[in-house]
């Protein structure tokens, strides 16, 4: 048997339109029509000093994405300018990142240090325009003299040394007579602009020590300043695109290419950095938590880098679409883990197969199931909703592991799972019931005795028996052990900045909660490292490489829904959106337009048994479900139309986007009708007697003035016209009273058809039943 799993998908380039595009795309669009470009090059320039994160993902979604959508190149350089605290590790984590998100720089790999010696070049050809020199001032001086925002600098005393003697001493600098800091190399600009990074910037300083490409070829390093735009002339970047904090470079940046002989003229973009909530970013911060040991490694997947996001299971896929959803903004700002989060979940959902897995094992004995006997029950991969195939078989027998907070010895009102004398269905199994309760020594529930009923095998509920709780199962013979480990948030509050000590103070202690003992369902037992599943009614999960043959790990990507948006809301405020969203995205949890809103506080043990009954047992999607389940009110009206008319989807569609879009806050209760004229309502749009259309006028006079629709349909005599010799002559009458449209008709232009139906619409008061008039109609302009 082959248990499917959520694989990976390629990212595909669309030509960016006009229309709806981010400044960026804007100014590259520009640069193509007005022939200032006819190829587009990017480049993303990590410095290999860590290990990539979200942020970056961002920045490489943006940079290899424009590639992609302009048929362009995007070059990975590695931005080696500072040798103390790279490394070849570092450089292999990169490449091994941007690979997996999906993209290829195509053989484009570059270093700045390749460049070491060409920028050594431009260094001796500004040193010899003047425009550079060597200053020998202290690191503090040069800060003292540089001034402040609010005044201007001063003069090094060594800005007025000679070409020559600048020229001798940069070249003693290269050949390692002087220590770390003796002297530095400077551009010569202006020591009053108001731009403090023009006041005669550093663009070369000492550092004895080797670098892990060019080994101990230098001792004298150029700054980022100084190697940034000359790396992006050498290799033709057309446009080179960073985060904001460089904002204030990028009149440096113009400086250099300016005044230097190079083979192309960049120009520097800023848009804003990605910032997410309850977690930390900058490498430094990643760092201290490795280095640390306050995470397991960079993979940890509790940190939000590549790798660890990679390993906690999420996708691609979502991290692409999640940077897409974000958009490329001028102004920075926070965005919410919900949102990332919201992503992984909309894209699992359709792609990672449904299974059994019980967290905390209690033993269920079925005491009138034979020993020995077991049954194979089919069951499906996916929902009825996401459109794949697949299934595989679960084996009932006679012992059995349920969730041990799916029984409770004395369960609250409206508990709808496992309590002494109750029922419930194993999913896709029977319905069983609590006979028995075992305990220990210091009266722990350990073991359960039940019975099954079996004429409810296959999901079939016998007659005059509601079974409302559904939960999941495994056979204790036919289930592996497993371990799993849960995530939550890695910081407890959403911006350390914003609070007293260091970010290491409020790392979450419950961001790693480790279940042994678990036990995954068999079809499970061969799954690979990295594959997805959806427990059922847990979350999704993946498998991690921690796992050894018979003991799986699995990582919990994300849980089925999300109960912390609204917790987090009353403790801070709502994190802003980013001003003006390029691409504007369907909003997390928005389900459609006008459909009322999904509560984000997490469900009650009553909501949730609801809830697990309209989507497993009548098939409703999670969202019909979801909407009908978090309103006790609602759930009553619900299932008292119910009980009259056996067809929950209808029902779920009207109370859902009829319904609760009219009542916007107002509380069901108040409705002037019922469940039993609901149910009415909607027998009377299924047998054919109004068409949907009337039923919504039908259903206006509902709620103002209350009523049965059967009684509305008769007094305003809406019933649909189905008989032929009733409709036949009002369709004759407008053919009659329309010779020209006829003609034309008849010559070929089909597009009146719909001016005759609207016109015989128009005369029965929208009353004509569609399909016929669509029969009768075609016939009569037959001729
Ligand atoms: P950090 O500040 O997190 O340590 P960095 O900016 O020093 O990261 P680099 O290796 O210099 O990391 O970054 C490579 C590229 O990724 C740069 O173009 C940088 O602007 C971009 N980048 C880094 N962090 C983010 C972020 N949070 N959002 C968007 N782009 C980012
Ligand atoms: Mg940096």
């Known amino acids: 048997m082959t248990v499917p799993s959520a694989k990976e998908q390629m990212p595909g380039g669309t030509p960016a339109d006009s229309r709806n595009v981010d400044f960026i795309r804007r100014t590259i669009n520009d640069d193509l029509n007005t022939g200032k470009h006819r190829q587009i090059v990017t480049r993303f320039p990590p410095e290999p000093n860590g290990f990539l994160h979200i942020g970056h993902a961002k920045s490489i979604c943006l940079n290899f994405g424009i590639a992609l959508e302009y048929g362009g190149i ?27 998100l999906g993209f290829d720089w195509k053989g484009k790999l570059f270093h700045a240090s390749d460049y070491f010696e060409t920028m050594y070049d431009c260094a001796i050809q500004l040193i010899r325009d003047g425009k550079a020199y060597v200053c020998s001032l202290s690191e503090a001086e040069i800060r003292e003299y540089r001034g402040t925002v609010t005044e201007p600098g001063k003069p090094s005393p060594y800005r007025e040394r000679s070409i020559d003697e600048n020229l001798e001493l940069f070249q003693k600098m290269r050949r390692g007579e002087f220590k770390n800091g003796e002297h530095v190399l400077r551009a010569k600009i202006d020591m009053a602009s108001p731009n403090m ?28 300043d100084f190697a940034h735009p000359i790396s992006d002339a050498l290799e033709c970047i057309t446009h080179s695109l960073c985060t904001l904090e460089f904002e204030n470079n990028r009149e440096l940046y113009d400086w250099v290419v300016e005044n230097l002989t190079l083979p192309s003229r960049p120009v520097q973009i800023e848009f804003a950095r990605l910032n997410l909530n309850y977690t930390v970013m900058s490498k430094r911060r990643l760092l201290t938590l490795v280095e640390g040991k306050y995470v397991n490694g960079w993979d940890d997947p509790r940190l939000p880098t590549i790798s660890g996001l990679r390993r906690r299971g999420y996708t691609p896929e979502a991290i692409r679409n999640f940077c897409e959803s974000v958009g490329i903004a001028k102004a920075n700002s926070v965005v919410d883990m919900a949102q990332l989060e919201y992503c992984i979940r909309d894209d699992l959902n359709t792609r990672a197969p449904r299974v059994l897995c019980v967290l905390k094992p209690l033993k269920v004995v079925i005491e009138n199931w034979p020993e020995g006997k077991t049954e194979e029950i089919d069951a499906p991969y996916y929902p009825e909703d996401v459109p794949k195939e697949g299934s595989r078989k679960l084996t009932f027998s006679r012992e059995v592991y349920i969730e041990q907070n799916d029984f409770m010895e004395e369960p609250p009102k409206g508990y709808h799972r496992l309590s002494p004398g109750a029922e419930v269905r194993l999913r896709y199994g029977y319905v069983i019931r609590c006979e028995d309760v075992i305990k220990d020594a210091r009266g722990n529930v350990v073991e359960l005795r039940c019975s099954y009923d079996p004429a409810t095998g296959g999901g079939a509920a016998p007659e005059g028996r509601k079974v409302k709780g559904v939960i999941h199962w495994v056979s204790a013979d036919h289930s592996s ?8 948030r890695l910081l407890t509050v959403p911006n350390p900045d914003a609070e007293k ?31 997805r599943f959806q427990f059922e009614r847990q979350g999704y999960f993946c498998v991690d490489p921690d796992s050894k043959p018979g003991n799986l790990v699995f990582n919990r990507i994300v849980t089925l829904r999300d109960s912390w948006a609204k917790q987090v809301q009353k403790t801070e405020d709502p994190p802003k959106p980013e001003p003006k969203k390029e691409k504007p995205k369907a909003e997390p949890r928005s389900v459609q337009a006008d459909r009322p809103e999904i509560s984000e506080k997490p469900l009650t043990p009553q909501q949730e048994e609801r809830l697990n009954h309209y989507r497993l047992e009548l098939g409703l999607p999670y ?6 389940a978090q309103d006790p009110a609602v759930s009553k009206l619900f299932e008292d139309a119910l009980a009259r008319h056996d067809n929950a989807k209808g029902l779920a569609n009207w109370i859902n986007n009829e319904l609760l879009r009219e009542l916007k806050d107002r509380p069901v209760d108040a409705l002037p009708f019922g469940g039993a004229e609901l149910a009415e309502l909607v027998v009377l749009m299924d047998d054919g007697t109004i068409s949907s259309k009337i039923a919504k006028d039908v259903f206006a006079d509902m709620l103002t003035g209350g009523g049965n629709p059967k009684a509305i349909v008769e007094k305003k005599d809406l019933r649909q016209m189905t008989d032929p010799a009733e409709l036949q002559p009002v369709i004759d009458g407008i053919l ?3 010779p020209d449209s006829v003609a034309k008709y008849r010559g070929g232009n089909d597009r009146l058809f719909g001016f005759f139906v609207g016109q015989v619409m128009k005369q029965t008061g929208g009353r004509a039943n569609p399909e016929l008039l669509n029969r009768l109609l075609r016939d009569a302009l037959k001729g």
């Not at 990975?76 to 990142?97: G, V």
């Not at 052990?481 to 939550?488: C, H, S």
């Not at 000590?501 to 990295?530: H, K, M, W």
Request: aromatic fraction near 10%; include cysteine.
């Open 623 to 628: 969202e019909d479900a979801l909407l009908l």
């Open 197 to 224: 990074k023009m006041r005669d910037p550093l663009l070369y300083r000492i550092r004895h020590v080797s670098h892990h490409m060019t080994g101990d070829t230098w001792c004298i390093y150029p700054m980022y």
């Open 501 to 531: 000590g260091e970010f290491t103070d409020y790392l979450n202690p419950d961001s790693l909660q480790v279940l042994s003992g678990c036990r995954i369902e068999a079809a499970v037992a061969g799954a690979a490292v990295g594959d």
């Open 481 to 488: 052990p497993a371990e799993v480990r849960l995530y939550d």
């Open 74 to 100: 995007c070059h990975l350089r590695f931005d080696d300018t500072d040798p103390a605290k790279e490394d070849t590790l570092f450089e292999e984590s990169i490449q091994a990142d941007v690979r997996w």
């Open 736 to 738: 009659a009273a329309n």
